[in-house]
């Protein structure tokens, strides 16, 4: 027992459940959401995100405004409202049969996957469209001068190179996506945090499980920093990257 009355017990995460299993299976389960859903919404970030940073860099002012407004919305609304907005209010809006069906078959991770990977998408379409941007003119010409269209110079050059270029931000939006996923609890995804809430209820060992979800998105986020910091120093652009990034 502490000073303040607290009692530790770090056992907590061996005791039996209601549901028959040990506590400890209940933060593996929720962690095993966490990557699912973390991991889905990064590619639908990825994809969109990059559709929206090569329609912001084209010569075309419509699709120019059609991906600034994309980003300027779901940039500027925080994720916990937009990820409400998808579950509560976004079937209110469809027609009565589909919200209907939206509420009765849709699972809450899927939309839960949607809604992040749409708000992080808008933050990666602003790295790509940099990406594309820092890249010298004379690429595009070039191609172009090799019978490239202008798509085909997004897909074989620009694109490619970009990435490299903006990977370590996209470290960064990897990292961020996993410790954002703890939101979607509030939507009723069953993720580290929200078994972690429910084994506060049962137990009242607040600290212990606290500590133990901490340490759980510590080690992801590390985990997926190790990673993308490998792939970032296999693909590195010399004279793009700074020493200081190593």
């Avoid at 017990?9 to 990557?35: A, K, M, N």
């Avoid at 929206?52 to 860099?57: A, D």
């Avoid at 419509?62 to 919305?73: D, P, S």
Wanted: net charge positive; charged share 15%; aromatic share 14%.
């Amino acid at each position: 027992m502490s000073s303040t009355g607290y009692h530790w017990d770090w056992s907590v995460f061996t005791q039996i459940s209601d549901d028959e299993r040990p506590y400890y299976q209940w933060l593996i389960e929720g962690f095993s959401w966490t990557f699912k859903v973390a991991f889905s919404a990064f590619i639908i970030a990825m994809v969109i995100g990059s559709i929206l940073g090569i329609m912001r860099t084209t010569n075309s002012k419509k699709l120019n405004l059609i991906g600034n407004a994309y980003v300027e919305l779901f940039r500027n609304i925080p994720l916990i409202v937009q990820l409400f907005l998808w579950f509560h209010v976004m079937p209110e809006l469809l027609p009565q049969a589909a919200g209907t069906w939206v509420k009765q078959n849709v699972q809450s991770w899927v939309l839960a996957i949607a809604g992040l990977g749409l708000f992080t998408s808008a933050r990666i379409s602003e790295q790509v469209r940099s990406g594309i941007l820092t890249i010298p003119s004379g690429q595009r010409m070039a191609g172009l001068a090799l019978g490239l269209t202008e798509w085909q110079t997004y897909l074989y050059v620009r694109l490619p190179m970009a990435y490299r270029i903006i990977m370590p931000t996209l470290t960064s939006e990897s990292m961020n996506i996993f410790k954002n996923s703890s939101v979607t609890f509030a939507v009723g995804v069953l993720e580290t945090f929200f078994y972690g809430k429910q084994m506060i209820e049962k137990t009242a060992q607040e600290y212990e499980v606290l500590i133990a979800i901490a340490l759980i998105y510590i080690s992801v986020a590390l985990s997926a920093n190790l990673i993308m910091g490998t792939i970032e120093k296999m693909t590195r652009v010399p004279g793009f990257i700074s020493k200081g990034s190593k």
